[in-house]
């Protein structure tokens, strides 16, 4: 890895991009900015609700190229205070957003400098990890691809991914009667309703296990309660639950096993986002692979993604274009200890610069 890009990985990572910290993450996105221009690459800066998000092209003018690129610039908070101090240690990069997903910024916008003239460009996102709205409206705004995206993101060993699941937000909500807690007798507590109701639904729910993992999943992240006192028996609970599902005409069918399956009719979706499926027969996924697995020196293979990416946006506004979910390796995202295999970023660098200059 050439040093002023391992330098500009450092400068992003220290500048603490949490995704709530709009101005953390704005100035990720001027250091960014900065960098690219001083290298002649040209750049637009679109302001989407207070968030400066970056599209970047090798080509002197317009809002298409062949390839588009995906990266994020905001990353999770962090598990300890020192992962905004990048750490370099035997042949690692230690750091909050070091493998998720700054140094896959930092690699595109590499790609970008050493190309210029070739039909590749890129969206550099400023909220992937609150759901990455700004990466659907520069879609809105006009920026698209000819041939095909790749989101560099994740990382599979021999693997590059061509699908990923759906995300449902789902509110399954009990009623009952209001009381005081002393007297519990003469109340209806919904809370109770709920947990025996969702436990029914866990029992009966097939989750994906690791060697079985392409069907939906189903996790409870949150409970809410009314009247939100101490002592009172609340008369509504409401489980807030998270589905990744992998049939994109199943939404419905969902609520309403969720529906039969716990007896509780108020079962709401609150968003959602859809799968992604792409054709690994195309001339796109079928040309990354022989560089990819040339380059590796191992047969590369095809892979479908437990989580969501930028992908889904794409996806939703382009469902023909072929889509390319990848990455270098990297541990611990989201949690302490994140790390990026400096070692293979070169890897990865070779690969999709190749395969620029191959489209």
């Known amino acids: 890895m050439k040093s002023e890009y ?18 953390a993450v704005n100035r990720a996105s001027a250091l960014l900015e900065t960098f690219l221009l001083s290298h002649d690459v040209r750049v637009v ?3 989407i609700n207070g968030r400066n998000t970056l599209y970047a092209s090798c080509l002197p003018e317009g809002k298409e190229s062949a390839v588009l690129f995906n990266a994020h610039l905001d990353v999770v908070p962090l598990s300890t205070p020192d992962q905004g ?42 909220d992937e990890e609150g759901g990455g709205r700004t990466t659907a409206e520069m879609l809105e705004r006009g920026y698209k691809a000819s041939k095909g995206a790749v989101i560099l993101d994740t990382w599979s060993r021999n693997a590059i991914g061509t699908a990923e699941k759906g995300v449902l937000h789902i509110d399954l909500t009990a009623h009952g009667r209001s ?22 639904l866990l029992d009966a729910w097939q ?15 949150g409970v809410d309660t009314f009247p939100p006192a101490s002592n009172v028996i609340p008369e509504t609970a409401t489980m807030h639950l998270n589905i990744r599902y992998v049939d994109p005409d199943s939404k419905e069918k969902i609520v309403r096993k969720i529906q039969e399956i716990t007896g509780l009719e108020d079962v709401v979706i609150k968003s959602s986002c859809v799968p992604v499926f792409c054709d690994e027969s195309s001339a796109f996924l079928q040309e990354l692979k022989a560089i990819a697995s040339r380059i590796s020196g191992s047969e590369i293979s095809f892979f479908r993604m437990d989580g969501a990416t930028d992908a889904r946006h794409i996806a939703l506004k382009y469902p023909e ?26 890897r990865a660098l070779s690969i999709y610069s190749e395969f620029v200059k191959a489209l």
Request: glycine residues 8%; charged residues 25%.
């Open 6 to 23: 391992l330098d500009l990985l450092k400068s992003l990572i220290a500048c603490r991009p949490i995704t709530a910290d709009i101005a």
């Open 45 to 47: 800066r679109e302001e």
């Open 85 to 126: 101090i990048p750490l370099e240690k035997d042949g690692l990069l230690y750091g909050r957003g070091a493998g998720d997903c700054l140094n896959h910024v930092v690699c595109i916008a590499q790609i970008l400098v050493e190309n210029p003239g070739r039909s590749a460009a890129a969206i550099f996102t400023t």
């Open 179 to 200: 009381g005081h807690t002393a007297m519990p007798w003469l109340a209806d507590n919904a809370l109770d309703r709920l947990v025996k109701s969702y436990a029914k």
């Open 207 to 221: 989750q994906p296990t690791g060697d079985d993992n392409w069907k939906d999943s189903l996790a409870a992240t």
């Open 321 to 346: 274009l072929p889509i390319i979910i990848d990455g270098m390796r990297h541990g611990n995202i989201h949690s302490a200890g994140e790390w990026l295999d400096l070692s293979d970023y070169d």
